[in-house]
């Protein structure tokens, strides 16, 4: 090989998007004049809270726009922390609270804590896809664990406990997860914490998704998993609840101590998270911008309520219903390319979440409102039916 041109052997490793074909090609349908509903979106149509986009403004007219510590300003990690407490009933010192650019950062700093050459990550199969590239990146191994409607497309102590090994580092879970928008149940979350302890493996839980769920309260591993509550990482973002995707914010929730740690990988990967992003999320916390997202969390919800019945009608297998989220993952023979071209709906394939049944499998969004939901549906019924 021209060694001018040689890349690293990992980046063959890392899969592409096939979610991004559907969407160049639903854009060049678009671009021909036909209309497009799209439902493989995987972030909030609503726009960015007022208040937060004031705070931004007034952030950028105060000036002072310099780097900040590699673990967040210390009023936004005390926010976070009182957030925890008066949302999920749990109390966490601020300095166990490490501000990331975006979630994507704090997956990426846990990792390159936990794992070494060849060391596995157990993931769930399906699962949200940059896990096991970051996993990757760092030379380690992601172990997809197939999972099924029988454990709620999630891990289970038990699937642990058969799938771990002496090379095993760590199981990272997402709940509620993408693509499935399944929880852990309590139960089962405390069981999975004592058997990660157990064994010698970290626990890391992925909670950007648990601001947005449908019935319950939501619950934090950090209030599930009590003894163990001590050691778990706990990831979470403003991307998602806060409808703050492209501000890249997010936060992990770690051990005492490997705070210091994080905090040195943190400064040497990207130096601090964005300083206008930390100042504007400040915003995030206030009662109003609250009580406008928990208004938007219902919309969600009543999507959720609508779709889910609508796609059974239709025969979509989906024999869990998602408590959470904004995604439904699906049983379908059909193709995302094709229902795209025959009636212009725009779905994620399977293919994107893992190896598990992921080609009879398909991920609807429903970050678009109602109207387009129900449009979406209408040309779904057509497809069936003249397929
Ligand atoms: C389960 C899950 N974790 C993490 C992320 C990363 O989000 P962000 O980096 O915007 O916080 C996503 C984004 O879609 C996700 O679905």
């Known amino acids: 090989m021209d060694s001018r041109i040689a890349t690293a052997a990992r980046v063959a490793g890392i899969e592409p998007f096939h979610v991004m074909e559907v969407q160049t090609a639903a854009r060049a349908l678009e671009a021909a004049g036909r209309t497009v509903v799209h439902m493989e979106i995987g972030e909030p149509d609503f726009p960015t809270p007022a208040p937060v986009l004031a705070a931004a403004l007034a952030a950028l007219a105060g000036g002072g726009i ?20 008066e949302r999920f009933g749990v109390s966490i010192a601020p300095e166990r609270v490490i501000v990331t650019a975006g979630s994507s950062a704090a997956l990426l700093l846990v990792m390159a804590l936990l794992v070494d050459r060849d060391q596995q ?40 406990e058969a799938a771990w090994s002496r090379r095993t580092r760590g199981v990272l879970i997402a709940s509620p997860s993408n693509p499935t928008g399944t929880q852990v149940p309590p139960d089962e979350l405390r069981k999975i914490a004592a058997t990660c302890a157990r064994l010698g493996l970290r626990l890391i839980v992925d909670e950007i998704y648990l601001g947005l769920t449908y019935d319950g309260e939501p619950q934090s591993a950090l209030a599930i998993t009590g003894e163990h509550a001590d050691d778990i990482f706990v990831v979470s973002s403003f991307s998602k609840y806060f409808n703050m995707t492209g501000w890249r914010l997010g936060w992990v929730i770690a051990p005492d101590r490997h705070v210091r740690d994080l905090e040195k990988l943190a400064q040497n990967l990207y130096i601090c998270p964005p300083t206008v992003s930390q100042r504007a999320a400040l915003a995030g916390f206030l009662p109003g911008t609250l009580a406008l997202l928990e208004e938007r969390r219902r919309a969600f919800r009543d999507r959720r309520d609508f779709l889910v019945p609508a796609l059974r009608e239709l025969g979509f297998g989906i024999p869990v219903m998602p408590s959470g989220g904004f995604f439904v993952y699906a049983d379908s023979q059909a193709f995302c390319r094709e229902v795209l071209e025959a009636v212009g709906v725009a779905i994620t394939p399977g293919l994107d979440f893992g190896r598990h049944r992921a080609a009879t499998h398909v991920r609807f969004a429903y970050t678009i409102e109602m109207a387009k939901l129900e449009d979406g549906i209408e040309r779904l019924r057509r497809f069936l039916r003249d397929r």
């Open 121 to 160: 990550i157990l993931l769930s199969d399906p699962g949200y896809p940059c896990n096991r590239h970051f996993v990757r990146v760092l030379e380690g191994e992601p172990l997809g664990v197939p999972v099924g409607p029988q454990t709620r497309y999630q891990l289970t102590a038990d699937l642990i």
């Open 66 to 85: 310099y780097y900040t510590s590699a673990l967040g300003i210390p009023e936004l990690r005390q926010a976070i922390a009182r957030h925890y407490a």
